[in-house]
């Protein structure tokens, strides 16, 4: 992996983070969480869309839908777990 795919892979994180901070109201944690929170909701749309048929193209835009599809998805899990 390059410096270039590092840097893309880390703004995407951080968009898809921010925007999933946005739509689950209540929930932001900086920069760097939000790098985290992007990157990791990455991983988690990776493991369930494609297991319900939910498929995207390539592309920059698809892969922060894409993000912050999982982005969302793990900040509700948050929130759940934060409740209990």
């Not at 900086?30 to 990776?46: K, P, Y």
């Amino acid at each position: 992996m390059g410096i270039e795919s590092l840097l893309i892979m880390l703004l995407i994180g951080a968009i898809a983070g921010w925007l999933a901070g946005q739509i689950v109201s209540g929930f932001g944690y900086g920069l760097l969480g939000n790098i985290v929170v992007g990157v990791v909701g990455a991983f988690v749309a990776g493991a369930i869309l494609p297991r319900v048929g939910f498929g995207m193209g390539g592309g920059i835009l698809a892969a922060i839908v894409h993000s912050t599809i999982g982005a969302v998805i793990l900040l509700f899990l948050i929130k759940l777990i934060k409740r209990a």
